[in-house]
Structures are given as C-alpha cells and as structure tokens.
C-alpha cells in the first residue's frame, strides 16, 4: 500500500527566504505521480505541482520547485522568495499508475503548516 | 460555477441524526472521492468511484456510505451521525491518468453534537 509521510509538523521561514518542505513516500509500484497542495486558512485545496516517476527533470511552477530523489523516495517541496500569502498549510499527496496495488488513489500526507515572518 | 460543488457549507447536526453531503462536478471527470480532514491526520480518503457501477471504500468507510446517482453526483451519508465524524469533508475529482490533478470542492464542515 502506498504511504505519504511528512514529518515536519509546523515550518517558519522568514519573507524573501526560501523554505523546504519535506516529503516522503513508499511505494512498491514504478510508474506514480507526486503532487503537492496549498491549503490556505480559508480551507480550499489549491494544486501546486506535479512531479511523475519517470520525470527526469524535477518539476517547476513559478516559485515552487520539487526536489525529487527516486532512489530515496522524497519529493520535498521548495518555495523561493517566500511571501505572507505563503502562509498555510501544504500537503504532499500520491497516485499510483496501473498496476500499482492502489491503482488510482490518491493518498495524501499529514500536512506542513507554513508560517511566513514579516 | 465552482468545477466541483458541495452542499452544504456547514452543517451541525445531532447524533443518531442521518445526514448527507453532496458533490457535483462539471469536470466531466469519471473518478471521484470523499475525504474528511481532521487536525495532524491530513486527509483520509473515506470513498472513492472511478465510475457509476466501480465504487471502493477508501481506509476509513467504517460508519459511512455512498452513492454514486451519475457520472457528475456522488453523495456521501452519516447513517447515524457520532461526535467523532466532527471533521472537514472534502469532494475531489479527477481523470484517469496519474499526472492529472485533483480539483476539490469547497469543503464541508459538519459538527455532529
């Protein structure tokens, strides 16, 4: 079965500083896709990025980058330039391709909450 | 109009009461899904269709139901509401191929008192 760990329960981060939020996942399957989610106070889930198991290249959406490590299996979640909007919470979350024992799901870690400084 | 749509907003019920969530979407997606989210466990997947006739239970169905009434509707039921289902519901759609994203709804939050 598939599993999304994120340990960090709380992260800070100045304004104008970059922050990492990190994200691992187990899966047995080849073929997945990663995504990350923004979920500000107001509670609606935003898409961030994308990252699949056969990209060679890590994933870019403007100031979010995913930091991808097949081998380790973790795809923390960077954002540059950090801004007071950029407080909330994240999630890392997992779909596995075909084949995979839980083909279709879409699985989601406990959620970072970010807290950005002035 | 939001892709995906639930009603209601709020909801505070009493326990024992039966009360249902529902979730539309104009995505035109086929696979759909209900979670609750509850503080430091994230979201946990409750139900989830990947068409009208293919529904599965997710790791947490235990006092819950579905109903999938057409590609665009699936509802989900407290048939008899316990305080511990207080939580943020969340609708999601998606399409088949693993690199689409979820589109979710606006959340509902049901007390159960």
């Known amino acids: 079965a598939q599993k999304i760990t994120q340990t960090q329960p709380g992260m800070f981060v100045q304004e104008k500083e970059a922050v990492t939020l990190d994200c691992t996942y187990d899966?047995?399957?080849?073929?997945?896709?990663l995504f990350w989610y923004k979920q500000p106070s107001s509670g609606e889930m935003i898409f961030l990025i994308y990252?699949?198991?056969?990209?060679?290249q890590n994933a870019t959406e403007g100031r979010y980058s995913l930091n991808f490590q097949k081998a380790r299996k973790s795809a923390n979640l960077v954002i540059s330039a950090s801004q007071l909007g950029d407080s909330a919470m994240y999630f890392c979350?997992?779909?596995?391709?075909?084949?995979?024992?839980?083909?279709?799901?879409?699985?989601f870690g406990q959620g970072t909450i970010l807290t950005v400084h002035p | 109009d939001a892709d995906v749509t639930q009603t209601p907003r709020n909801r505070i019920t009493k326990t024992g009461k039966r009360i249902m969530l529902e979730c539309s979407q104009t995505?035109?997606?086929?696979?759909m899904y209900w979670y609750r989210q509850d503080p430091g466990l994230g979201l946990r997947l409750i139900y989830y269709?990947?068409?009208?006739?293919?529904?599965n239970k997710g790791e947490i169905s235990d006092g819950y139901s579905v109903s999938r009434q057409a590609q665009a509707k699936f509802s989900l039921s407290l048939e008899s509401a316990i305080p511990n289902q207080t939580a943020l519901y969340f609708c999601?759609?998606?399409?088949?191929?693993?690199?689409?994203?979820?589109?979710f709804g606006q959340g509902t939050r049901l007390t159960v008192v």
């Open positions: 999601a759609t998606s399409g088949a191929d693993r690199n689409t994203e979820a589109f």
């Open positions: 899966t047995s399957d080849q073929s997945y896709g």
């Open positions: 990252q699949g198991s056969y990209d060679e």
């Open positions: 979350a997992m779909r596995e391709g075909p084949g995979g024992t839980s083909y279709g799901k879409l699985t």
């Open positions: 995505k035109g997606h086929d696979r």
């Open positions: 269709s990947f068409d009208v006739k293919d529904i």
